[in-house]
Antibody, heavy 126, light 110 residues
Framework: EVQVLESGGGLVQPGGSLRLSCVASGFTFSSDAMSWVRQAPGKGLEWVSVISRSGGSTYYVDSVKGRFTISRDNSKNTLYLQMNSLRAEDTAVYYC???????????????????WGKGTTVTVSS | QSVLTQPPSVSAAPGQKVTISCSGSSSNIGNNYVSWYQQFPGTAPKLLIYDNNKRPSGIPDRFSGSKSGTSATLGITGLQTGDEADYYCGTWDSSLSAGVFGGGTKLTVL
């Protein structure tokens, strides 16, 4: 069965750090782009970050640039999200998702997430 | 304020058809492929449509997607009470170099 499982969430004080992990199974991890998406309580989905298959390309939403770092270890089938300088507004359920991204026609990007984890909750509060 | 604009809510009767719109710009929907996700309360999102109009294995053909210009539409026919959920559109934004979602649409089957 194809699945991804997040861990590492918890309660952290503002300004603190947390590292989320996502372990993948049932598919060739190194063949897929991997993403983080979060959802604040009662709010919609917010895209956070994506990393390419090799890890050579990473992208972030503006609000986390310089504070969050996405990485992957293809030998361990694991995705990470290092979160530093955490703020109250980072409080959310964080989902790991596998997916596809690339270019089909020159300049036309495809990007979607086809398998999602159950999420891990991050609460930033004093 | 989401980059992609969806109506906050839509409703229809069981058995009827409903459409959910998603409006963007040339830097996202206009020049990239759109995906749609379904989310029930307290659960993870699920991919319904990718590449504007393709359905993953296991998604019934009651769900369809289309795109025209800078807007995309999710259609659901033969509505069932089990379709009550939140629906999100998503795509890549080439100007932002980032993924983007719509604000989500809550579907009520009356």
């Amino acid at each position: 069965e194809v699945q991804v499982l997040e861990s590492g969430g918890g309660l952290v004080q503002p300004g603190g750090s947390l590292r989320l992990s996502c372990v993948a199974s049932g598919f060739t991890f190194s063949s897929d782009a991997m993403s983080w998406v979060r959802q604040a309580p009662g709010k919609g989905l917010e895209w956070v970050s994506v990393i390419s298959r090799s890890g050579g390309s990473t992208y972030y939403v503006d609000s986390v640039k310089g504070r969050f770092t996405i990485s992957r270890d293809n030998s361990k089938n694991t995705l990470y999200l290092q979160m530093n300088s955490l703020r109250a507004e980072d409080t959310a359920v964080y989902y790991c998702a596998k997916g596809e991204m690339g270019v089909r026609i020159i300049g036309y990007y495809y990007y979607y997430m086809d398998v999602w984890g159950k999420g891990t909750t991050v609460t930033v509060s004093s | 304020q989401s980059v992609l604009t969806q109506p906050p809510s839509v409703s229809a009767a069981p058995g009827q058809k409903v459409t959910i719109s998603c409006s963007g710009s040339s830097s996202n929907i206009g020049n990239n492929y759109v995906s749609w996700y379904q989310q029930f309360p307290g659960t993870a999102p699920k991919l319904l449509i990718y590449d504007n109009n393709k359905r993953p294995s296991g998604i019934p053909d009651r769900f369809s997607g289309s795109k025209s210009g800078t807007s995309a539409t999710l259609g659901i026919t033969g509505l069932q009470t089990g379709d009550e959920a939140d629906y999100y559109c998503g795509t890549w934004d080439s100007s932002l170099s980032a993924g983007v979602f719509g604000g989500g649409t809550k579907l009520t089957v009356l």
